[in-house]
């Protein structure tokens, strides 16, 4: 599943591609799954508007949508966003009219540029919807956006390993199992520790940790697990940099003690005994 930097990666280079493009029409597949809105509402939403800016907002694509105003009591452009949530499997191309469609396609938009930006999913866990107020709310911290006024408080009293704390998307938005396993072990807390017992300075530590290794890894364009793919269909490379994620019984980087795999809440953690308290 693509994680924040991933769905950086790819928000940033849709943004070069698409971004000024105006939206002429739009199809839409048959599958109900992938549609979180009613299809004749994204039709309305996208269809004859310019796409200003193309965005992240957690792990959401975010289309700033300019509509031209139809209702001469209301002057000005009005707004909408179009929002994809990749899911799984999810993929966004952005390719000549001419290239096959690919099986599993649920959405293709025909721009004025005379290219195509097309949206497929083969295992259907991406969701599509519009915004028509532009108001579209993520929900959570953005944590590249955190100060530590606003991330100190979603853990205080909270009893839950910190691990868990971490993938709450309605604390914190947009951090995955890669990146709580690799910002834990650089700031030396176990991913079990309760969250309440965790002190200021090392909350600190962890904010400041969360912030360096996502920016590492949008730097690097994502990680690749999986079948992930940016817009070029250039894969990331910072499953090169991991120092704990899926690295089970190899030696800690740091101490040479084996690393650690346990789960919790059903998900795999990875961590260096030694390192880590
Ligand atoms: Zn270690």
Known sequence: ?????????????????????????????????????????????????????????????????????????????????????????????????????????????????????????????????????????????EPLEADLNRFLPLFRGRKTPIKSALLNQKLLRGVGNIYADESLFRAGLRPRRRASTISCDQLAKLLASVKEVLREAITLGGSSISDYVDADGEEGFFQLQHRVYGREGEPCLVCKTPVKRIVIAGRSSHYCPRCQR
């Open 1 to 141: 599943m693509p994680e924040l930097p991933e769905v950086e990666t790819i928000a940033r280079g849709l943004a070069r591609r698409v971004a000024g493009d105006v939206i002429e029409s739009i199809w839409l597949g048959q599958k109900p799954e992938p549609l979180k809105s009613p299809a004749r509402e994204i039709a309305a939403a996208l269809e004859h508007s310019r796409i200003a800016t193309v965005r992240r907002m957690g792990k959401h694509i975010v289309f700033d949508l300019e509509q031209k105003n139809t209702r001469p009591t209301k002057p000005g452009p009005t707004q909408a966003q179009w929002i994809v949530h990749l899911g799984m499997t999810g993929r966004l191309q952005v390719c000549e009219p001419r290239s096959e469609v690919l099986k599993h396609t649920h959405a293709i938009l025909k721009l004025k540029s005379g290219r195509e930006l097309r949206f497929v999913d083969p295992r259907r866990f991406g969701r599509l919807s519009v915004a028509r107020a532009g108001n579209f709310e993520a929900g959570g911290l």
